[in-house]
């Protein structure tokens, strides 16, 4: 009661201020805007476009984003209100996004979600993101939708220049057979035409497998007759547990070239398997396990890149390796691991 009364002295004290000065009050210009246009706030359901957004350096337009979002200091207290199979509408009506991003094939789209988007005022950007292409024609389809298109020109020559960059440091090197492995297993793995593959392309690489799905498992059998000289297997946030998975499997493949050879690498950087902004940065991932192999009598430390930030360089420190026991055949295995999930640094791991 108190506060509308309030209110209402203070509506009456204005109103006689307005009448009192209404002669001398200046004229407004007829060409002056009744609003503002409204700002674009975004709820994303894509990781791929969150990471876009943030690469473009318009993280402040996320009002909220996917439950699978991976850390990033620009997202990591948004709250969480879906992903690819569910959407929380209480929570994205509570919100009011104006746009909400998502990334369904056209057959694919949940049932009646155009029509709740449409009965809350938001409107839909859909993009299936599956190659490196999609990846960077995206940034300027954002920035067109969120009104920002020289941030994404920008965002889209810093991405050009860095991929340039790298393929002026790869030149004409050999380009080794290589097997790109998603999960510990070891047999789930990545086809041609996938953004992976365009990035081992990218890095100075040849996709060992040559035919088949975008994204497929293969047997024991077939992995022996692809038979890579290279082996990148991609753990994003992958546990200590999954990590010696992983070593395991690859210990009872003895037989495969990249074995013998020590050249299984493991990446863990928890953005890896985005095909978004991180894009160049994996692509020098990959061209450093490539191209610039630590010697057998060392080892090695990859400065891991801080999440939300695209433009540092790969770099490698040796240091003394740690040998078990006489190991007549040596075999390296290598892991990137983010910061968030050790004190500092990945380390290159040494398995028996």
């Known amino acids: 009661m108190i506060q509308r009364l ?24 007829d060409s002056a805007p009744a609003t503002q246009p ?3 706030t975004v709820a ?32 990591d207290k948004l709250p969480r209100v879906g ?26 789209m949940p049932e009646g979600f155009r029509e709740r988007c449409a009965s809350l005022g ?13 990846a960077f024609n995206t940034i300027a389809e954002l920035g067109a939708v969120l009104g920002e298109p020289e941030k994404a020109a920008a965002a889209q020559e810093r991405w050009r220049q860095r991929m340039s960059a790298l393929a ?6 050999p380009r080794p057979r290589t097997l790109l492995v998603v999960g510990e297993s070891g047999l789930s793995v990545a086809g041609p035409g996938t953004f992976l593959d365009n990035l ?3 890095a100075g690489g040849h996709n060992a497998l040559t035919g088949g799905p975008d994204y497929s498992t293969i047997d024991r059998e077939k992995l022996s007759a692809i038979d890579p000289e ?24 003895p037989q495969l070239a990249a074995v013998k050879s020590g050249r299984v690498y493991k990446i863990t950087d928890p953005d890896v398997l985005l095909p978004g902004f991180n894009c160049p940065r994996t692509a020098e991932r990959f061209a450093e396990i490539l191209h610039a192999r630590a010697p057998a009598s060392s080892r090695a430390f990859l400065e891991p890149r801080r999440h939300g930030g695209h433009e540092e360089e790969v770099k490698l420190l040796p240091t003394a390796v740690r040998r078990r026991g006489d190991m007549a055949d040596e075999r390296v295995f290598v892991s990137f691991v983010p910061s968030w999930f050790t004190s500092s640094v990945a380390t290159l791991e040494q398995s028996a």
């Not at 209402?8 to 407004?28: D, M, N, Q, T």
């Not at 791929?48 to 402040?60: F, K, P, R």
């Not at 009011?96 to 694919?108: A, E, G, N, S, V």
């Open 6 to 29: 309030i209110i209402a002295a203070g509506g009456i004290f204005a109103l006689l201020c307005c009448i009192s000065c209404e002669k001398s009050a200046p004229p407004v210009a």
């Open 38 to 40: 409204r700002r674009i």
């Open 44 to 75: 994303s359901l894509s990781p791929a476009a969150t990471d876009l957004i943030v690469g473009m350096g318009l993280a402040d337009r996320l009002i909220a984003v996917s439950n699978y979002e991976p850390p990033r200091a620009e997202t």
């Open 83 to 108: 992903d690819y199979r569910t959407a929380d509408w209480e929570r994205i009506g509570r919100l009011k996004p104006t746009l909400i991003i998502t990334q369904y094939r056209d057959d694919k």
């Open 122 to 134: 938001i409107s839909i950007f859909n993009r299936k993101i599956d190659s490196l292409d999609d």
């Open 168 to 173: 002026a440091r790869v030149g004409d090197r």
């Open 200 to 202: 081992l392309t990218a």
């Open 230 to 253: 290279v082996i990148i297997q991609l753990l994003p946030g992958a546990s200590p547990q999954q990590i010696e998975q992983a070593d395991a499997f690859w210990r009872s493949m």
